[in-house]
Each structure stands twice: as structure tokens, then as C-alpha cells.
């Protein structure tokens, strides 16, 4: 049985997850970290992680980058994992997980479906054949009106997983209202859309000479991410210090 801490319970993702964990039989939520009370919670919630005491195998945090560090020294403290779900992080707190994760295992992932993180290999392999057929590549991202960043962590994940196995040549365009010129050759262009309830959707497009070639995932809810998430809060526990991916979940 593996036992979770769960940041932001009370939002909506806390919630899909707190369902989720209901109906499998290997997990249980033994708390919940949230500023915003909900008496329908069936686990004790807590404003702060220093007013929990309950012991856990692994933290899950889809929240928000706000107060990041009294999580990180608490599971420190505890020497328990972190299923960092939440995007949006500044470079500060990109350097405090790094450093928590040479005392504690950490899985960060900007999307937790297990389509995207496919995705994320095959755009790659794309990338190097396309590429040096000199096919130009753009990414296209559209969420619902509520995100707060654009563009989406996941794009962001997208363009990084691509200009890897490109030596880094590739730069990041995100806007060419102002551009008076050609597009240059080792670019990628990355547009957000954001509008209604879109759940989330990518779009790679590698657009060559007669021919485009597009990978798409379009998420139709947040179930698909609380999915993630529970699988790996099961693959965390017991692993030593380090930074860990979806791809780690996987295989």
C-alpha cells in the first residue's frame, strides 16, 4: 500500500486524484495540504506541511509554485519522495528542487499523461530524420481560459525533448507579429491558444516541402493526469536521491 500526502486536495485536480486513489486498491490518501477548506474530504487536510504529522511514502503535488520550499524541506525532513506535478516554476525554485533532489527522489514532469510522455520519444526520432531533410517545426498548444502560463509547460517539455537530440542548435519563437522577415531554419515556433474549456491539447507540426507531418495529443480530462500521477507515486517510494521522469514510469 502506498500511502500519499496529497498538495492541493481541494482544487480540481486534487479532487480527480482523490477519486482516483479511491478506487485503487494499492494506494490511500492520509493527508491533504491546502489553504481552502473541504469537509467532503475523507483524510485530514492541513494548511501547512509543519501542522502534518501523519507519515507517508510519498508526497503529490499538483498545486502551485507558491511555497515550494516549506514542501521540499518537510519531505526532506520525512526522506520522502515528490510527484511534482506543478508547472510555472521560477529559476529559483528550479535550483531548490535540484538541490532537494540529491537528498530525496524526485519525479518532475510538466504533463503526467502517459500519450504525452510517448509523444515526447517520438517527436524526437521525428525531429532528427525531419530535420536534416530540412523540415521546419512549430508547436501549437491550447488550454482552457483559466491556465495561467503560456506557454504550457508541456510545449516548453516538447520543444527541450526535440532540441536534445538536436545539440541545443534549435532557438524558441514565440511570437512573429513584429518579424518583417523569413523564418530562420533552426527555429521552433510555439503559439498558445487559450479559450474555454480546453483541457489541453499539442500539436507538432513538421512542415517540409509538400508535405506537412503532424503528432497530436488532445486531452478530454483531467483524469488522464491523475492517472500519471497515481502510477507514479507507486514507482517513487524506496527509489534512491535523484530526478526521475515519466519516461522512468514508463520504461
Known amino acids: 500500500m502506498t500511502n500519499i500526502i496529497l498538495r492541493g486536495c481541494n482544487g480540481k485536480m486534487g479532487q480527480v486524484i482523490t477519486q482516483m486513489v479511491e478506487e485503487d486498491e494499492n494506494t490511500v490518501i492520509v493527508a491533504g495540504i491546502d489553504l481552502s477548506a473541504n469537509r467532503m474530504n475523507k483524510y485530514p487536510v492541513y494548511h501547512s506541511f509543519f501542522q502534518c504529522n501523519v507519515k507517508a ?31 510555472g516554476f521560477s529559476k529559483e525554485d528550479l535550483e531548490m528542487i535540484d538541490r532537494a533532489s540529491t537528498v530525496i527522489p524526485i519525479l518532475r514532469s510538466a504533463n503526467m499523461s502517459m500519450g504525452i510522455n510517448l509523444i515526447l520519444k517520438l517527436v524526437q526520432e521525428a525531429a532528427i530524420l525531419l530535420s536534416e531533410a530540412g523540415f521546419d517545426i512549430e508547436i501549437v498548444e491550447k488550454h482552457h481560459n483559466k491556465k495561467l502560463d503560456a506557454p504550457s509547460g508541456t510545449a516548453l517539455a516538447l520543444a ?38 480546453i483541457v489541453g491539447e499539442h500539436e507538432v507540426i513538421f512542415a517540409g516541402t509538400d508535405e506537412v507531418i503532424e503528432i497530436k495529443h488532445t486531452a478530454y480530462s483531467k483524469a488522464i493526469f ?6 507514479a507515486a507507486k514507482f517513487l517510494p524506496g527509489k534512491t536521491a535523484g530526478m526521475y521522469q515519466m519516461s522512468d514510469v514508463i520504461g
Not at 59 to 86: H, W, Y
Not at 162 to 170: C, Q, S, W
Not at 226 to 231: E, F, I, L, Y
Open 226 to 231: 491523475a492517472k500519471g500521477a497515481v502510477q
Open 160 to 197: 527541450d525533448a526535440m532540441n536534445e537530440v538536436l545539440n541545443n542548435e534549435y532557438g524558441y519563437k514565440y511570437d512573429r507579429s513584429l518579424d518583417r522577415k523569413e523564418r530562420e531554419k533552426k527555429q521552433i515556433g510555439i503559439s498558445a491558444v487559450r479559450g474555454g474549456t
Open 57 to 87: 511514502d510519498v508526497i503529490i503535488d499538483f498545486s502551485s509554485p507558491k511555497n515550494i520550499g516549506e514542501m521540499l524541506e518537510f519531505a526532506m525532513q520525512k526522506r520522502i519522495g515528490i510527484v511534482l506535478c506543478t508547472t
